[in-house]
């Protein structure tokens, strides 16, 4: 039999991805107790404020100037999908929608034709520290929707389905997996197409624990990003920690942990097969779109930004929620 392992890769902050995804990056941050600003209790004068991806004693502060995180900043033409695993993070847009969520909830958001937006990590526990890890994806939209109107979706870590498995478990993101379904997504975004065959799946294995990953449809781009292993088996290949294993997607695969707990974030999709333009934080078709993205983002700012600061945080209660841009509110269930 043919093996299906096409090639691997080395991982690093920002892994590479296959089309339709255009970027995923893992953060996982030991970052102190907070303060009464929810910024870190120890001296941060020492860091390059604004840029600091330097993972110093195990954390970063990003762009962040006094709490960690992401201050505000456009996209326009694709998706983000973010699945925070501990820690919280406080969002902002220039839709004035508002959300504090994490704890293994999801935000999935449409920037269609233009959002502003911030993520920042506010480190609300003052005697104790606040670990944060959180998978950001990218997924590009096809021309047809690229300039859809912007939209958020909230996926509660309370209804995002678990697969309990002989040793393990699997988070289901997106993607139906043997009869399970996760909570619709955005309504334009390529994984809402029936033939896209997207799916985001996290798996979690004991040590010495085996999973059958079902086939998908030939033609879909998979890969297997393992951040979290000793070592593990993929159909015959035996791979190390931060590596992505690229596979023939229409076949099923035997993934079997070594001697340590393993952790594997799947992504797989049809491709959608259209030319990627990307500009920092625009991706579109052509040159001439990200130029008019550009000037458009410079005339109208994506709306405006309603915010009284660039890094928004929404205070010390230590709640989830979600302020949607017409005024609704939602919470989790539990």
Not at 139 to 148: E, G, I
Not at 187 to 206: C, F, G, K, M, Q
Request: net charge negative.
């Amino acid at each position: 039999m043919t093996n299906p392992v096409r090639r691997t890769v080395p991982l690093g902050l920002h892994w590479p991805t296959l089309d339709p995804f255009l970027f995923c990056a893992h953060h996982d941050d030991a970052y102190p107790a907070g303060n009464e600003l929810l910024a870190p209790a120890v001296p941060i004068d020492d860091r390059e404020l604004g840029m600091d991806f330097s993972g110093t004693e195990g954390w970063s502060m990003y762009h962040g100037m006094l709490v960690p995180g992401f201050p505000q900043h456009p996209h326009r033409g694709f998706e983000t999908v973010t699945f925070v695993r501990q820690g919280l993070i406080d969002h902002a847009d220039s839709l004035g929608a508002a959300a504090r969520f994490g704890r293994g909830d999801v935000q999935w958001l449409t920037a269609g034709r233009g959002v502003v937006h911030a993520e920042m990590f506010p480190l609300l526990d003052r005697e104790h520290p606040n670990p944060l890890e959180l998978f950001q994806i990218w997924l590009n939209l096809p021309a047809s929707h690229k300039l859809v109107d912007p939209y958020f979706s909230m996926f509660w870590a309370e209804d995002v389905p678990r697969v309990s498995l002989d040793g393990g478990e699997l988070t289901v993101i997106a993607g139906r997996y043997d009869g399970v379904t996760p909570p619709k997504p955005p309504p334009d975004s390529w994984a809402s197409d029936p033939t896209s065959d997207l799916a985001i799946w996290h798996l979690r294995l004991d040590a010495g624990a085996t999973f059958e990953l079902p086939a998908a449809a030939a033609g879909t781009n998979r890969v297997l990003y393992v951040f979290e292993a000793e070592t593990v088996d993929v159909a015959g290949t035996s791979v190390g920690n931060d590596t992505g294993v690229v596979v023939d997607p229409d076949v099923a695969l035997t993934v079997t942990a070594g001697a340590a707990e393993v952790e594997i974030l799947v992504l797989q999709g049809r491709p959608i097969g259209e030319p990627v333009a990307q500009y920092g934080p625009f991706v579109m078709n052509t040159r001439a779109e990200i130029q008019q993205a550009v000037v458009d983002y410079q005339r109208t700012g994506f709306g405006g930004w309603p915010w009284p600061e660039d890094a928004p945080t929404h205070g010390p209660a230590n709640r989830r929620f979600a302020r949607h841009a017409g005024g609704e509110v939602e919470e989790p269930a539990a």
